[in-house]
């Protein structure tokens, strides 16, 4: 097998548990993903079947989409439900000023991770060493948030649940948008509930629930929800005929000839059937990634 899947992780399980089910499926120990989601997190979860496992960091590099719930008025150790939770000391701020400040997060910053994340230091993994009571200093990195919009607001007295919709790009902590939101609000916030509509140009409305997958399982026909993953390179394609195709997977570079190519990095295919990346330079093709062939598809 190889392709993706595109599963609809359900709330409780982590992303390696979901894993560890396709291995069951499939038959097979080659399976990966594409974007950790939280426990708490639900939505689109892209697994890599097989030889795709190749392709995780060109499915994870692109923009991802959220259904977020962030609550006003309390801070977590965590930046999530998990908690513990403080009650804030700030006043709840109005729609207007959410509005406001939600999109004063639009275009690219530094964020800092939570403390509780797979972020790892000098070989130490941040959400251990916080459980240990020893938090890491993690470094800032550079994210960009493309929009955010405020779908809902729901005040109460000593709180506020905002439900939004947002698209960032890769590398976001959408907990870490909900702690800084509090804190430029003054009143403390943290996620609430997240879902991921959009990952790898899949989207949530054609997801496949385990429930689903283990019955297409049963059926025999899992190979249903494999998609291929040449569908899903976010890059160029370059199509070989058959001499060139040879060179290309003997790891030889190749001029494009007739067919040129704009400079950079794309999905090479042949005879309907990606088979690796290449670089192009000056249309020259150059090997970067070459599937095995009897994993090309």
Excluded: W
């Amino acid at each position: 097998m190889l392709g993706v899947v595109n599963l609809d992780k359900p709330v409780g399980p982590t992303s390696h548990d979901m894993v560890g089910m396709m291995r069951r499926l499939t038959g097979t120990r080659r399976i990966g993903h594409a974007g950790t989601l939280d426990p708490l997190a639900s939505g689109v979860l892209p697994i890599l079947v097989g030889s795709a496992t190749r392709f995780s960091a060109e499915l994870t590099g692109g923009f991802k989409r959220y259904d977020a719930v962030i609550r006003l008025g309390a801070r977590s150790t965590t930046d999530d439900a998990q908690g513990p939770i403080e009650i804030g000391d700030g006043p709840i701020p109005d729609e207007a000023a959410v509005r406001t400040a939600l999109a004063s997060f639009v275009g690219t910053f530094d964020q800092l991770p939570p403390a509780f994340s797979a972020r790892k230091v000098g070989g130490r993994t941040a959400h251990r060493a916080a459980r240990a009571g020893e938090p890491l200093v993690l470094p800032p990195r550079s994210v960009t948030i493309e929009a955010v919009e405020l779908l809902a607001y729901d005040r109460a007295d000593d709180r506020a649940d905002l439900r939004v919709d947002l698209r960032c790009g890769a590398g976001t902590y959408v907990r870490s948008l909900a702690r800084d939101l509090g804190e430029r609000l003054g009143c403390g916030g943290y996620l609430l509930t997240l879902r991921r509509t959009e990952a790898a140009g899949l989207s949530v409305e054609t997801a496949f629930t385990p429930e689903r997958l283990e019955g297409l399982a049963g059926d025999g026909r899992l190979g249903d929800a494999i998609l291929p993953v040449g569908e899903l390179l976010p890059l160029p394609h370059v199509i070989l005929d058959a001499d060139a195709a040879e060179a290309f997977r003997n790891g030889s570079a190749r001029t494009l000839g007739d067919h040129p190519a704009a400079d950079g990095r794309a999905a090479v295919f042949a005879a309907g059937e990606l088979i690796g990346i290449g670089s192009v330079t000056a249309n020259l093709l150059q090997p970067e990634k070459v599937l095995p062939r009897e994993a090309a598809g």
